[in-house]
T-cell receptor
């Protein structure tokens, strides 16, 4: 059974810092990995999607890397801003009976203070 | 283009009651997924519907059920509510099943007293 762990569970940093959020998974036979952002009490917004054949994806100040063999992904946030405050979730999709149902980590709660 | 919509936004029920949550997918999407996000437990997969049929089910008791209508909208029904059913219920839709990207709705917050 796939397990996804995110470290740290919570993070509080001053504005401007560069951040690294970690995601690890136990079964490396994945199809893709996706990073989401969730604002309090809200739905999920997709940030970056990395296919299993890719090593990284970039969008603006965000960069996500994937090391499938070691079962790890990192989300790098450059020059953090208060608007980045949210919970960040990673989700791993693997083939299970053809359903590709994602397994989510519990998230990293990020606070960026001015 | 409208995103995934869910109703109601908030709901308060008492233990033993029944509840129905609704989800409208993005136009053109045929797959709908339901997830439960309880405090401290992370997102847990509940159900997957595609083309009107249940395709997969998570590790939840049978009192969690649902259906998908011909217009691809979906309902999630929970019978005999228990206190631990209190959670944010999220719906997601995708163009098709399998690995297609899922787009999430804002969720329905359910509180069971």
């Amino acid at each position: 059974k796939q397990e996804v762990t995110q470290i740290p569970a919570a993070l509080s940093v001053p504005e401007g810092e560069n951040l690294v959020l970690n995601c690890s998974f136990t079964d490396s036979a994945i199809y893709n990995l996706q990073w989401f952002r969730q604002d309090p009490g809200k739905g999920l917004t997709s940030l970056l999607l990395i296919q299993s054949s890719q090593r990284e994806q970039t969008s603006g100040r965000l960069n996500a890397s994937l090391d499938k063999s070691s079962g790890r992904s990192t989300l790098y946030i450059a020059a953090s801003q208060p608007g980045d405050s949210a919970t960040y979730l990673c989700a791993v999709r693997h083939i299970s009976g053809g359903s590709y149902i994602p397994t989510f980590g519990r998230g990293t709660s990020l606070i960026v203070h001015p | 283009e409208a995103g995934v919509t869910q109703s109601p936004t908030h709901l308060i029920k008492t233990r033993g009651q029944q509840v129905t949550l609704r989800c409208s997918p993005i136009s053109g999407h045929t797959s709908v997924y339901w997830y439960q996000q309880a405090l401290g437990l992370g997102l847990q997969f509940l159900l997957w519907y595609d083309e009107g049929e249940e395709r997969n089910r998570g590790n939840f008791p049978p009192r969690f059920s649902g259906r998908q209508f011909p217009n691809y909208s979906s309902e999630l029904n929970v019978n005999a509510l228990e206190l631990e059913d209190s959670a944010l219920y999220l719906c997601a839709s995708s163009l098709a099943g399998g690995p297609s990207t899922q787009y999430f709705g804002p969720g329905t917050r359910l509180l069971v007293l």
